[in-house]
């Protein structure tokens, strides 16, 4: 509850500041690599992508006359800070922010116009299009992709090889991912089980369900992000298949009650067969495991993916538009992308970069990589408690019939 009512209070704040979007500022003409001349500059970003915002600095810091400092902040206190920062006039030069907050903190005047920018760069068209969507407003660019994470479909290749399944083969369908599960669970190991979800957290659903339906063929909400399509068959099909897995006892049992702090733990630790999960964390749980990647599928076939993660841009405070643009074309430029993320083993935010050996790469490549765009999405789905969480707590633990007055809950946030 104490999250939901900073949520609301940062959104009031946000409206009441907000003097409307505007262009960072220039000293000179608007070039494609902006101003390196030693200045300092500051950065924001939240936790869960410290490793990669540390590696980007760190080798931009090396190689420039500008000098990034980097504040990384916790990832529950984050909207909160940039709420105060922005009532304030105390935003940093560059701030990150989690693709689903983008379209609200955009709209607010958060961020400044990037549109001239973006369009000076010769490989602007290759630049992830589902952040480039997210921030843009009223015809205007305001973000690039600072760090993607995509929902990925994983499993663990020893579990498969002793279930009977071929480890190079994950599941295509629904119904090979439940029977891919049930085959792990049938082997009966201790504290190990077909799968794992995030059962009390709208976050994990949304990363990773949300693809199920698009590889069906269907969408989750109506294109201006105003109307739940959460019932329809795709979506009936993709809970199904997980109430068939809890009732055959496949899912583990801390599913019901996870809230997201540790859903990617039980793989990491090599207790679950197959899941849908963070691709940003496959360096992290390959330690550990031998795993399997593919994207996620659908009811009949297809994959698909939510790309997520985070968009950066230039705050409305800075005073330093041009060299907190010589960072930002740096971040999409083949040095940041391929000698610092993609090494890294993150994902690249350009097509043209993307390793066709990199199954990851290619998951993110796909057609049906997808950034749902909706102003309210998080106090539709992410929240806690939000009715997309009831929703789908309901069609695996609870009251399946109760689906289409859950949906009508979802379709009443968004349409606020």
Request: aromatic content about 8%; charged content about 20%.
């Amino acid at each position: 509850m104490r999250i939901r009512i900073a949520a609301l209070a940062v959104t009031a704040l946000l409206a009441a500041c907000s003097s409307g979007p505007t262009g960072p500022a220039s000293t000179g003409p608007v070039t494609a690599e902006g101003t390196d001349d030693g200045s300092e500059l500051t950065l924001w970003t939240r936790a869960p992508l410290e490793l990669q915002a540390n590696a980007l600095v760190e080798a931009y810091n090396k190689s420039h006359k500008n000098q990034v400092k980097l504040t990384i902040v916790p990832n529950d206190d984050y909207v909160a800070k940039v709420g105060a920062a922005a009532g304030s006039g105390d935003l940093p030069d560059l701030f990150a922010a989690d693709i689903v907050y983008v379209p609200n903190w955009t709209k607010a005047g958060l961020f400044g116009d990037l549109s001239e920018r973006i369009g000076l760069l010769p490989y602007s068209d290759k630049i992830n299009k589902g952040h480039i969507d997210a921030g843009t407003y009223e015809g205007k660019k305001y973000v690039l992709p600072f760090v993607l994470d995509l929902s990925v479909m994983f499993w663990n290749k020893d579990l498969y090889r002793e279930a009977g399944l071929d480890p190079e083969k994950g599941p295509t369908t629904l119904d090979e991912f439940k029977a891919q599960a049930q085959a792990v669970q049938k082997l009966g190991k201790p504290d190990t089980y077909g799968t794992y979800f995030g059962g009390n957290c709208g976050g994990c659903g949304v990363f990773t369900w949300f693809p199920m339906i698009w590889a069906s063929g269907e969408d989750v909400m109506n294109a201006d992000g105003t109307e739940s399509l959460l019932d329809g068959p795709a979506a009936q099909k993709v809970y199904a298949t997980w109430r068939d897995l809890q009732a055959a006892g496949a899912i583990a049992p801390g599913s019901k009650d996870e809230t997201g702090a540790t859903w990617v733990a039980a793989f990491q630790e090599g207790k679950i067969g197959v899941m849908p999960y963070p691709a940003t964390l496959l360096p992290t749980a390959s330690k550990t495991v031998d795993v399997g990647v593919g994207p996620i599928p659908g009811a009949t076939g297809g994959g698909a993916t939510f790309l997520g993660g985070d968009g950066i841009g230039i705050s409305k405070d800075s005073a330093k538009g041009d060299q907190a643009w010589n960072f930002l074309a740096w971040l999409t430029s083949e040095a940041a992308q391929k000698d610092v993320l993609a090494a890294g083993k993150s994902t690249v935010a350009r097509t043209d970069l993307a390793d066709p050996a990199n199954p990851v790469d290619q998951v993110a490549a796909a057609p049906q990589s997808r950034t749902p765009f909706a102003v309210n999405f998080q106090q539709a789905f992410n929240a806690p408690g939000s009715p997309w969480v009831t929703l789908f707590r309901n069609q695996v633990y609870g009251d399946p019939a109760a689906l289409e007055s859950d949906n009508d809950a979802v379709t009443a946030v968004l349409g606020r």
